[in-house]
């Protein structure tokens, strides 16, 4: 579950904030006016919004908005139908992964329910239009990210048939989750609880192939590095992946080498996470059949997981081979983010913190994509040695959770330091913390997150109400 900062807000609070707020953030909204807001005006939206005695955390928050939130709306485009929000840079599209993150730190604003509708219902928009156009098998896939028909070759809306045929971490239902309990809106739940139940459904088909609750990545198009694409693109335990036809049915045209043939903590973590997610917005809309449809799932997969993939030399959780179960090593990011979903168990989870606070991960910017001992550790590689703030936060909101707040707020304050010091990216070195990739990605808008939940004790910022 999110924290306690993470909760409905009163309807006091929205009253209070209805006015200036509303007025001003129109016209950050597609359609409603040519140009975004300027930073003043969001530096007067946020006032009476965000609390902190600190000027320069103020100003980064505002920053957070400014260029990773509202700089990233888009009109609505065929295929979507509605306004959007793209991570920047390179990327093309609503993505999976940066929409959650965005959508999560968006409902802290006052009226912005019809949105962040808008912009889900982009994706249950795809799933039925995927649906009947792809077999049985296929059904409820949601694709890693919807572009619009203007983007480039590889990237257009109009190849939504051929690419990308793949899905991704699978956070779709904690998003909607943190947005209900920023604004408890169940307009947007009960429009989603469909939806996201068949794309649960496809997860598990099409990615625990074995049936017993590990899950895997993939690609319709057989192309290797898709696959990868539905995780962390280039982590290390994917490195000898390969694509073999579903084991569950039979061989021919609708069944092709589109399955990996390993079984990564990540993606399973975030799935039984997800799961959680829904069972939550299943009970608030009162759709209490199913949420008990979804609870053997968690069960299942977490046992599966403690079984199969815990490595006690490692102090984490491992990939491992489908079929035999071996174990895969390096450890990566990825054996550590299950502390979200609350996977481990006491014991499992004291080991995490004794390796967490070790040079192992406890680099000068903390916590690297994989172990710094590794042979394939280095601090700027893509995935293979450096810093994504998407997932420290994962990590380190389960670890200050299980009761490790110190350790947690160490590596928390290092990392928003480091990003208001050279300023908010999409990666960063884990030796120099020099920024990597995109300036200002969507999804790195969770370093503000991170604050925001009280992880970072030098870091005092939180909503003006509880």
């Known amino acids: 579950m999110p924290s306690d900062s993470a909760r409905p807000l009163p309807l006091s609070r929205r009253a209070v904030l209805g006015g200036l707020g509303a007025a001003l953030l129109s016209g950050a909204l597609p359609g409603a006016a040519a140009a975004p807001l300027s930073r003043p005006q969001v530096e007067q939206l946020l006032k009476p919004l965000l609390v902190t005695a600190d000027p320069a955390l103020f100003q980064f928050a505002v920053t957070v908005f400014e260029r990773c939130i509202l700089g990233r709306i888009q009109p609505a485009e065929p295929p979507l139908r509605h306004p ?43 799933q039925q239009r995927w649906n009947a156009a792809k077999p049985a098998y296929a059904h409820g896939m949601v694709a890693n990210f919807m572009p619009p028909d203007s983007g480039p070759p590889g990237f257009s809306g109009k190849d939504w048939l051929t690419f990308p045929v793949y899905s991704q971490a699978p956070l779709l239902a904690w998003g909607v989750e943190r947005v209900y309990l920023r604004n408890h809106d169940l307009e947007l739940v009960r429009a989603a609880l469909p939806g996201l139940e068949a794309f649960h459904d496809w997860y598990w088909r099409e990615r625990d192939l074995d049936g017993i609750g590990l899950v895997t990545v993939g ?186 707040r110190k350790l947690a707020g160490d590596l928390a304050g290092r990392l928003i330091d480091n990003a208001m010091k050279v300023g908010i990216s999409e990666h960063y070195d884990s030796q120099s913390g020099a920024p990597l990739g995109v300036p200002f990605l969507g999804m790195s808008a969770v370093l503000l997150t991170l604050a925001l939940e009280g992880i970072s004790p030098r870091h005092p910022i939180r909503l003006a109400v509880k």
């Not at 802290?108 to 928009?125: A, H, K, S, T």
């Not at 499992?348 to 172990?371: C, F, G, K």
């Open 84 to 126: 959007w929000l793209v991570p920047g840079g390179v990327y093309v599209g609503q993505w999976i992964w940066d929409t959650t993150f965005l959508t999560d730190l968006l409902a802290i604003l006052p009226n912005q329910q019809e949105f962040i509708r808008g912009v889900y219902q982009n994706y249950w928009d795809f």
């Open 219 to 404: 690609s319709y198009d057989g192309v290797l590095q898709n696959a990868r694409y539905e995780t962390y693109d280039n982590e290390v335990d994917l490195d000898t992946l390969k694509l073999t036809p579903h084991p569950g049915r039979p061989a021919g045209p609708s069944n092709g080498p589109w399955y990996g043939d390993i079984c990564i903590p990540a993606n399973t973590s975030y799935l039984i996470h997800s799961e959680s997610s829904l069972i939550h917005l299943a009970e608030a809309a009162g759709d209490h059949a199913m949420a008990e449809r979804r609870r053997p799932f968690v069960d299942k997969a977490s046992l599966a997981m403690r079984a199969h993939m815990w490595d006690e030399d490692q102090g984490c959780f491992l990939a491992v081979r489908r079929g035999s179960l071996a174990k895969i090593t390096p450890a990566t990011i990825g054996g550590m983010v299950p502390l979200q979903a609350n996977i481990p168990t006491i014991n499992q989870m004291e080991r995490m913190a004794e390796v967490l606070a070790t040079p192992r991960w406890n680099t000068p910017l903390p916590l690297p994509s994989v172990d710094a001992t590794a042979p394939q550790y280095k601090s700027d590689g893509f995935w293979r040695g450096d810093v994504w703030p998407s997932a420290v936060y994962q990590t380190l909101e389960g670890l200050a959770h299980r009761g490790h």
